[in-house]
């Protein structure tokens, strides 16, 4: 069973529920995956968002109604950041109302 990048071993006949086993009291060994024997693909920084456009292109030209959801999906988010920022302009956040200003202490 692969969970992120390592293969997780199980010498038992329980399954896995969600991530977990179903007997805590079964022990699990780490094996790292073999080199070679998965092929890894990323895309990080300015790449990842000319594929993630390209692919909206794409299916708002090849599929009608995805330009519908595409639209209401669009006009829904700009309605709720109008509003959030209307709201937040006409009320700011006072020092008074911020509690916990350093949650971690640094």
Same mark, same amino acid.
């Given at each position: 069973?692969?969970? *992120?990048?390592?293969?997780?071993? =199980?010498? =038992?006949?329980?399954? !896995? ?7 805590? /009291?079964?022990? %699990?060994? @780490?094996?790292?995956?073999?080199? &070679?024997?998965? !092929?890894?693909?990323? %895309?990080? &920084?300015?790449? &990842?968002? $000319?594929?993630? %456009?390209?692919?909206?292109? @794409?299916? %708002? @030209? /090849?599929?009608? /109604? !995805?330009?519908?959801?595409?639209? $209401?999906?669009?006009? $829904? #988010?700009?309605? @709720?950041? *109008? #509003? ?8 700011? $956040? ?13």
């Amino acid at each position: 069973m692969f969970h *992120g990048e390592h293969l997780y071993k =199980c010498d =038992c006949t329980y399954e !896995y529920v969600r991530g977990f086993l179903r007997n805590p /009291a079964v022990k %699990l060994s @780490i094996m790292e995956p073999e080199s &070679g024997s998965r !092929y890894r693909f990323s %895309l990080k &920084g300015s790449a &990842g968002l $000319i594929v993630a %456009l390209a692919v909206v292109a @794409i299916l %708002l @030209i /090849a599929l009608p /109604a !995805y330009r519908w959801f595409f639209l $209401i999906s669009v006009l $829904i #988010g700009v309605v @709720i950041a *109008g #509003g959030l920022t209307l709201w937040h302009r006409l009320r700011p $956040i006072k020092e008074t109302e911020v509690h916990n200003k350093r949650p971690l202490g640094l």
